[in-house]
Each structure stands twice: as C-alpha cells, then as structure tokens.
C-alpha cells in the first residue's frame, strides 16, 4: 500500500489529465510491479517526446527520434505501440508495451501462477516480435511478410534470389504443419533452444 | 631404481597420446626421450596394458593434472639419475614463449559477443577481485606471522606477503582454460571466470612490481607519492597494454588487406604481429597478456574476413596447435620444477595459511562482488555459479614464474614462497581441478548445450537486437544496447570499409553466413546419402517418396525438391576450392566465391581442442565427389545438369581465355564485349580441340557460343561467316518449324515461376564440381555423350542445338529456358537488322543470366554464357571423341 500511495504525489501533476489516477497506476503498476521512480523516470520521457503536448503520443512523435530512423526496425516497432487503428497512444498505451522488455524477476517466477500471465513473460516478449513480422495480422509469418522483414535488415549487398532461398529456408525450417509459414506456435517452437528471456529484456533503470 | 620408475611413467604416456590431442605425443615423446631415454624402452610393452584405461582416467582427470604428475615423476627421473634437478621452467622462456600462443589462442578464439556482453563483470572481478584478494592474503598472512605461527625462519614483512599476495592471488588462464575447457559449464559462467583470469594480469602485473620495488627499496624508503605513482600505474599498465593490442589489431587488419596476392604469408602476419604486440607490450612494461588479447579479439572480425580460406584454417590449427603445446610444456615443466628440493623451504603454516586464505578470500570476494553485480546484471548470477567461480579460482604457471622471478637477496623467503606457491598451484590445478567436475554436476549447474545456430535463430536474434535498440532509444535510455548499436553502426560505416577488402566487406552478413553454413550441412548429407533420400527431418518437404525413385527424378528435380538450400550449396563447396586452385582465375572468384565466404565468427563457445566443422567438411567433400561421380554415370536423364555442369568449367577458364582471344582478334562489331569470345571462338575451336584437357573443354564451349552469335550475324557479317561455313548453314536450318511453337508456349514458363526455378537449380547444379573434380567430369561426360551423341551426329551439324531440346521434351521447365535462346536465333534472318543482333545478344540472355546466376556478382553477369551452351558441348565433345 505505502508503494502505491507515496509516488501518488510525485505522479499527480502528470497524470490527472485524463483518468484518475487510481485507474492510470493500478494498472500501470499491475504490468510493472516496481518502484515509482521507473514509472516517473518513463513518464518524464514520456512528456518529453510529446511535442504536441497533449498527453498522447503520435507516430511523428516517435519519428522523431533520430536514431529510430536509422533501426531497419523502427517502423514497425513504432507501430507495435499502437493499438489497432489508432494513431495516438497514451502513457498507459505506452508502459503497456515498454513492459514487455523488463526482464523477469527471481521472485516473479515463483509467485502467482494461476494469475494473468505477466506481460515480460517469454511468450509475451515472443509474441511482441511475432507481431513485428506479421504484418497481417493473421497469426502467421509468411514467406511475403519474411521477405519484407528481412530485406530491411540485410545489406543491399544480398541479391533477392539470395534472400528469396534465405526465407525458404527459413520457413522450412520452422514449419511443422506443412502450410509455408510460420505460425506462432512453429515461431516459440523454433526459438526454445534461445534464451529469449535475457534477449529481450532491458534494464530500464536501476 | 629406474626401472619401476620407467613403468609408471610409460603409464601415463599412452594416456595422453590417444586422445584427441595427439599433437602432444609429439613433444611428450620428445621430453621422455631427452630426459630420461631409459624409459622409452619398457614404455612399449605397458601402454598396451593402459590403453583401455586411458579413456576413463581421462574423463576423470584433467589432462592437466596428469601433466604435472607426468612432470613430477619426469624431474624425479632426472633427480635420481643425476642427482641435481636439471630443468626447470624458466620464468623467462615462460613469458616470452609459452605463454603468448597461449592467450593468443584464447584471444583470437574468444566468443566476442559474449565476452563483450559480460565485459561488466568480467573487469569488477578481474579488477576489484584480484585487489581484494591480494591485500586480504598478503595482510592475513602477514598476521598470521605476526602471531608467531610461522617458523621465525620466515623472514619477511608486511611487504613481502603484499607482493607474495599479488602473485599468488591471480587466477591464471592456462590453469583455468584446462581445467573449464572439460567442464562444459554454461558459457556466462565460463566467460566470466576466464575473462577474469585474462584480465587480471594487469592488476597483477602491476602489484608484482610495485609491491617488489617496495620491497627493494625498502619499507623505510616509501613515500606517499610511490602509492599514487603505483595507482597511476595500474592505469597506465592496463590501458596502455590495451591500447597496444588495439593498435596492433588494426596494423594486422590492415595488411590482411592487401594481401590478396601473397596469401602464403597472412598466416605469418597474424601470428607475428600479435606476437610483436606481445613484445613491444612487454618492452615497455604494459600488461601484455592484455595487449594480445586485444589484438586478438579485435583483429578476428577483419583478419578472417580478408585472408583466404586456406590461411584460415593454417591460422587456426597453427594457433591451437601452438597453444596446446604450450600448455603441456608448462604444466610438465611445472612438475619438473617442484622436484628441484634445493629451492624449497618448507613451512606448514605458511602452506596451510596460504591455502586457506586464499580460498576463503576467493569465496568471500565473489559473494560480494556478486552481491554488487546482481543489482545490475539482466542475469544475476546465483548461489551455484558463485560457488562454481570460487572454486574455479585456480592458479597456476603465472604465478610460478612469479615467485621464481624473486630475488633471493631482497626477498629473503623466496624458498618459503617458492615451496608454497607449488604447493597452491599442485592443489589447485589437481584437487579442484580434480574435484571440480563432480562438484558441477552434483551443483547441477547449467551445462552449455552446444547446437548449431539454425537460421531461424539467427534471424530473430537479429531482430531482437533491433527491437531492443529501438526500444532503449524510446527509452531514452543509452544502455548496453544503444552502444553496441552504435559501435554496429560505426564498424559498418568507418572501421569495415578501412580494414576489410571491398569484396569481403559487400558481401559479408551474418545471417547469409548461417544459411551459408547451413547449406553446406545439408549438402554434405545430401551427398552422403548419395542423393537418393534427403533426410525427411532436415529439409521436410512434402514430395519426399519421389526422391526415392532415382531413375525418374533426375538430379535436377532432387535439387529442386531439396529447396534451393540444397543447390546452392553445392556451389558453395565448388567455390571454396576453385578459389585456392586458381590464381590467375582469382578475380572471378573473389566476386563469386566471396558471397559465401565461411566466416566463423559465430564459435558459440571457445575451446582450444575442437575446430568442428572443418573437419567433416573435408572428408564429406571426397564422399562428395564420390557420389556425383556415380551419380552421373547411372542417371542419364541428367544429362542436362551435366552438360551445363560445364558452365562451372567454362567460368574458370573464361578470364583468362577472354584475355586471350579479344588479344588476338579485332573485329569490326566488337563493341558489345559479350560477342567478342562467341565470335572469336569458333575458328579457334577447331585447333584447339586437340589440346590438353581444360582449353579443350572451354573452347569446345565457346564454339558452341558461338553457334548463337554467328546466326545472327550471319547476314549482316559475310567476312566472319566464311571463316567457318559449317554455322552459317545453320542459320537457315530447317529447324526453324519446331522452335517457333515452343517460342509461343514456353515464352508464358519461361516467365513463371516454373522456369525461373528450373533454370535456377539447374545453373546451381553446375557447381556441384568443384575444380579439382573436372578430370572426373569429363570422364562421366564422355561416357554419357557417347549414349547422347547419335541423334547429333546424325542430324548433322546444323541439328546439333535441337538434340537437346528434343531430349527434354519430357522436362518442360528445362525446355523452357532454351526456347528464348533459339527464338531469338531464328528470328534473326527475318529482322535483318544490327540492332536486331545486338538484341539477341543481350534480350535473351540478360534475364537469363540473372536466373542462371544468381549468385553471381554483377560484374561477372554480363560475361556469363547461357546455360544453353554447355549442353551442346557435350556433342561437340563426343566428336572429338
């Protein structure tokens, strides 16, 4: 209780725009289960990127960032902080999806099994990037949406027919149903051997 | 005396030479002869009898505890025949020679991602450790004297336990690589307790000769300004040795560079200037383990990415080879050394003190640091992995040379160190090192699982690392990935393009390499299983039954089932082969055979002893050579793969032969340089056809070429169509009827997706043969033009093209791609035009080319023959023949 109630100060200037702020930090707490000042810390970033001032954050905001520009990724991570078929995404929007990369705590392992699955979990942190590649949005990677993901992230230097065998044979790899794309389950199922937990996880603070 | 001596030790002789380092047996034998020839003689006989046991001692005891043993009773020999301890392991042949091929090989080899992710912890134990450890066992032991538990002959102060501390303390990376190479932990674990070991020798270096200058000069005569001085030059020590290494990391990446024709000395150049860093580090008292490990782990990137393939492997056994010599003249001579009593003084307390303390502060060290480390690590490291590091503290031929390098006249108890720091090295290395196993399996500790990295991994780790950039730079956070993102960033705009060859540099990425290397593996198997059933498990493909069934499917429909993975291996394994065989061809080569440059930058885990891939890779490319041997001559329904298989020829030779022709012509309408050769080639053919082996296969190529381009000049161009009669007749052939309604059937294929395939897999079947199998092609050839012919000869010369499509008519998708060719051929005399010709040249064969050749390089397109061409060699080559 006192963790909820003391950075309610701290947080009040900020948040009581829109929504309570009951509403905004149970729920923001409910993903991160951590100390106010990550959440202060986010938030000033948060404002921070808010050109427009009005409590949303907009694609060009994220555009914006100078190094986003130059991650063959950044489109479509910038895209993944957005609902589907909106163009503005709130602080709450915002912490939902940052949440995906906190890593997993020692204690979190243990504790409340029969709970909702805590977002950092390793299929949630998979299923982040699944989404990255399926541009579609029809639970499954395929050859199409492979190519296109991996044209950004190869050098000019690999020739389509190159890159056409690269995304054959990575399908070939991964699928076990014999449909020519990667569902989700072929995608963790690929990934098991690899410690997605460390590799998708960052430190936001310390 | 000698005798029973002589039998144990023949005992352990066997032990070590059976295994998989048998390069020790080599200078094993060499130190047994030299220094005890008595017991070479009775060896014979008793290392039958151990021979069986030799597996089980060894996966029980390290190989280095079985060294030192050997040493021991080596020195005893010696000791006993000559009454007086003859060899011993001399601190300066230790650090000038055994030691550098030692941290090279870690260097060179070390997993650089992941020491670079550790890097954090690796320097606070490597730093913060070994400071702790050393103050706290100098200062314990000076207390324990001072209680008067030490024998009063013990002559030394605070002083001389400081410096006896900082030597002793360091944990030592032979030791430590030795003991950890067999233990198989995870690989944080073992990066951490090795990158420790490397990274100490600065702190310890700089202890050494502090504590030591103190020591000389006397407790008297220390002022304040000599602490700082020793604090500054710990800086100066670690950062300078480093800077060293970097220095000369980037001097052996740039020579790497231009050393394309002189490949015979890259390897040279590698170990000498890591060497040279290993000495101008040491001339100017810089840490120079840290140099050389710098250099080495900096270097790899652009080092193995200019040398040839050749030098890699030169430069990778050379340098494991060296290492591991190395390590069993250390530890040999470590237990040579103990032997020599004359040095020795025994103290009890002193000994027991020293031992205990410096597990006690390994312990409490690493709990701590651990402590401080977690609160910042993704991973923290548990309650196992601190016991695992404690104990895996070992210490070793470092700290020996150390101890010996003391001078007796300053340090009045260098025999109490001498004798301790032996005895701590024999317990380390024998007892935990002994132990230590058992201990990590009774711990469960995670093991390293050792899997080949599959594509799918590697891709999305990629993009795993993208998505984590991207998301510190929302963040706003400049973590760890940020930077690295930025050092990528850095490496590919500036440090790549300096220190790289162009060709290596185009070409190189990470995830090509992966599916290079995978395809490799599946074309080994494939050919292994000499192409009848692909492994269902590896590349599952739905049409399987059909491969069973080799009289049917030919090779190109195997390869084309297999997925495209599967032919373009097989160019793979041709191209790392030409590209050594043929200097004069090298141009082509490096375009070509640079796409699929082996880098093995990705050695997920380090170890000295097992270069893997290598290994099988050539003994399956004679299995390999085998199977397409046999495999030619039983399916004839290839012939098609077989002909164009030519090409492959046909591409090595064409550098050169062009050179020589476009020298020795001139003609009026050579200005599309394509023409030139096909022109060219036809009156040169018939002379040449009688020549040696490899002109006669290119020529009887480009005359084939030739018979496209004549066609079409034919009406324009009398002059040259005179010189040889027996084309121009072609021209107005007969056969003008047939291709006119494939042209209109196939010209849909040929676009599709079917024909686009078949003309793929079948370019890519060509470069199944790598270079030095050509004698074996052109036998099988023959052999099958010689079933193939008679339908030519027949028809006449005019007919030669039309056998092959007729042949295939079964095969609509290889059909398919000749059809444009003789299209355009026999369109020509009805657009009699030079424009129309200038298109022939280049229409057909421009898409055709991108399809046959994909995996070229662009420069190497526009010279590149249709695929057509080949197939019609083979006739001419049955009427040479």
Redesign the interface.
């Known amino acids: 209780m006192l963790l909820v109630v003391y950075p309610l100060r701290s947080l009040r200037k900020g948040l009581c725009r829109r929504e309570t702020i009951w509403q905004y930090y149970i729920s923001i707490l409910n993903w991160w289960s951590v100390s106010h000042s990550q959440i202060t810390r986010l938030y000033s970033r948060f404002t921070s990127l808010d050109k427009g001032e009005n409590g949303t954050l907009s694609r060009e905001d994220f555009q914006r960032i100078p190094e986003l520009a130059i991650n063959p990724l950044g489109d479509r991570i910038i895209n993944a902080f957005f609902p589907e078929g909106e163009d503005q995404v709130n602080f709450r929007g915002f912490m939902r999806t940052l949440a995906h990369f906190r890593p997993i705590e020692d204690n979190e392992k243990s504790k409340d099994q029969n709970g909702p699955e805590p977002l950092n979990s390793r299929s949630n942190k998979l299923h982040f990037a699944f989404r990255l590649y399926d541009l579609d949005k029809d639970d499954k990677i395929s050859r199409d949406e492979l190519l296109q993901v991996l044209r950004m992230m190869v050098g000019v230097n690999i020739s389509d027919e190159q890159l056409g065998s690269i995304a054959d044979r990575t399908i070939q790899e991964a699928d076990q149903d014999g449909d020519s794309a990667i569902s989700f389950a072929e995608f963790v199922k690929v990934l098991e051997k690899v410690d997605v937990e460390q590799k998708m996880s960052i430190r936001f603070l310390h | 005396m000698p005798q029973p001596l002589a039998n144990v030790c023949s005992t352990f002789v066997p032990e070590q030479t059976d295994g998989k380092r048998c390069w020790h047996q080599g200078c094993q034998e060499g130190v047994l002869q030299l220094v005890s020839p008595q017991a070479g003689g009775s060896a014979g006989h008793s290392a039958s009898r151990v021979f069986h046991l030799s597996r089980k001692v060894t996966s029980i005891v390290p190989e280095s505890c079985l060294l030192i043993l050997l040493g021991l009773v080596l020195g005893g020999i010696v000791l006993a025949v000559a009454k007086k301890a003859e060899y011993q392991l001399e601190p300066n042949m230790f650090f000038l020679f055994l030691l550098p091929p030692i941290v090279l090989d870690s260097g060179y080899f070390m997993p650089s991602r992941l020491f670079f992710d550790n890097i954090g912890a690796i320097l606070t134990y490597a730093v913060v450790g070994t400071l702790w450890n050393s103050f706290a066992t100098g200062t314990a032991l000076w207390g324990l004297h001072r209680a008067g538990l030490m024998d009063p002959g013990v002559e030394a102060g605070l002083m001389d336990f400081l410096l006896f501390g900082s030597l002793i303390s360091a944990v030592d990376p032979v030791a430590v690589l030795a003991v950890f190479e067999e233990v198989h932990v995870n690989e944080t674990l073992f990066i951490i307790v090795f990158g420790e070991s490397l990274l100490n020798d600065a702190v310890t270096v700089v202890l050494y000769k502090v504590f030591n200058s103190f020591v000389e000069l006397g407790p008297a005569h220390i002022h304040a300004t000599d602490y700082v001085k020793g604090v500054a030059s710990f800086f100066l020590v670690s950062l300078g040795g480093t800077a060293v290494g970097l220095l000369f990391a980037f001097l052996l990446a740039l020579i790497t560079r231009f050393t394309k024709r002189v490949r015979i000395i890259e390897p040279l150049f590698v170990f000498l200037l890591a060497y040279v860093a290993y000495l101008a580090a040491e001339m100017v008292s810089l840490s120079s383990i840290l140099a050389v490990t710098f250099c080495g782990i900096c270097c790899k990137k652009y080092v193995e990415a200019n040398i040839s393939q050749k030098s890699r492997t030169t430069v990778k056994y050379t340098m494991k080879t060296l290492a591991s010599s190395s390590e069993t003249i250390i530890f040999m001579f470590l237990g040579i050394s103990a032997v020599d009593t004359s040095k020795w003084a025994w103290d009890t307390a002193l000994v027991l003190g020293t031992l205990f303390f410096i597990l006690l502060f390994r312990a409490v060290g690493v709990v701590l640091q651990t402590h401080v480390l977690n ?2 690590r ?3 490291l548990d309650r196992i992995d601190q016991v695992v590091m404690s104990y895996g503290g070992l210490r070793g031929a470092v700290a020996f040379a150390l101890v010996i390098l003391l001078d007796r006249e300053k340090v009045k108890a260098k025999d109490y160190f001498v004798a301790t720091t032996i005895v701590v090295v024999f317990f380390t290395v024998i007892v935990q090192g002994l132990t230590i196993k058992p201990l990590v399996t009774w711990l469960k500790v995670k093991r390293s ?1 050792h ?1 080949k990295p ?4 590697e ?19 400049h ?1 760890y ?2 930077w690295r ?1 930025k050092w990528e ?1 850095f490496d590919k705009k500036y440090l790549s393009q300096l220190l790289m060859r162009k060709s290596a540099y ?2 190189r ?1 990470e ?2 390499d992966v ?1 290079y290397k ?2 490799i593996r599946d074309a080994i198997s494939f050919a292994d299983q000499g192409g009848h059933v692909l492994s269902a498990a590896k ?4 049409s399987m039954p059909s491969r069973t069934s080799m009289s049917e499917s030919s090779v190109t429909n195997l390869l084309r089932e297999s ?3 599967a032919c ?1 291996d097989l160019q793979v394994i041709d191209t790392v082969r030409s590209r050594r065989d043929k200097e004069d061809a090298a141009m082509h080569h490096v375009l070509r055979g640079s ?1 699929y440059k082996p880098r093995r930058r990705y050695k997920a885990s380090y170890s000295r002893h097992f270069i893997s891939p290598d290994k099988q890779e050539r003994q399956d490319k004679e299995i390999f050579r085998q199977n397409m041997k046999r495999r030619l001559e039983t399916f004839k329904s290839t012939k098609h793969n077989v002909c164009s298989s030519k090409s492959k020829a046909r591409l090595k030779e064409k550098g050169r032969k062009k050179k020589n022709i476009s020298l020795t012509k001139e003609t009026p309408n050579g200005k599309t340089q394509r023409n030139i050769p096909w022109q060219e080639a036809a009156p040169v053919l018939v002379m040449v056809s009688s020549e040696e082996e490899e002109s006669d296969s290119s020529e009887t190529e480009r005359e084939d070429d030739e018979g496209i381009v004549f066609i079409a000049r034919a009406t324009d161009e009398v002059l040259q169509g005179k010189t040889t009669p027996g084309s121009l007749d072609v021209c107005p052939s007969p056969c003008i009827i047939p291709p006119s309604p494939t042209l209109a059937e196939k010209e849909l294929p040929w676009k599709g997706d079917q024909a686009d395939l078949a003309v ?1 897999v079948s370019s890519e079947t060509t470069k199944i043969v790598p270079v030095d199998m050509q004698k074996a092609w052109n036998q099988s050839i023959s052999s099958l033009e010689s079933i193939a012919s008679p339908p030519g000869t027949e028809s006449g010369p005019q007919h030669r093209r039309f056998v092959c499509p007729v042949l295939e008519e079964g095969r609509p998708q290889s059909a398919s791609h000749v059809t444009p060719e003789q299209s355009s051929c026999f369109q020509f005399p009805s657009h009699i035009s030079r424009s129309g010709r200038s298109q022939s040249d280049s229409s057909p064969d421009g898409p055709e080319q991108q ?1 046959l050749q ?2 070229m390089a662009t420069e190497e397109q526009g010279r590149m023959p249709p695929t057509v061409e080949p197939r019609r060699l083979m006739f001419h080559r049955a009427s040479h023949l």
């Not at chain 2, 599959?454 to 991994?457: A, G, K, P, Y």
């Not at chain 2, 891709?459 to 956070?477: N, P, T």
């Not at chain 2, 590349?539 to 739905?542: F, H, K, S, V």
């Open positions: 609160r910042f993704l991973i923290p699982d899997h599959t594509l799918n991994e891709l999305h780790e990629h993009a795993f690392d993208h998505i984590l950039a991207a998301v510190e730079d929302i963040v706003g956070h973590g990935h940020y993102d960033q185009r070409l990425d995830i090509w599916y995978l395809n590349l599952a493909l739905p997925g495209s993975g373009l796409l793929y399809e994909p995996l």
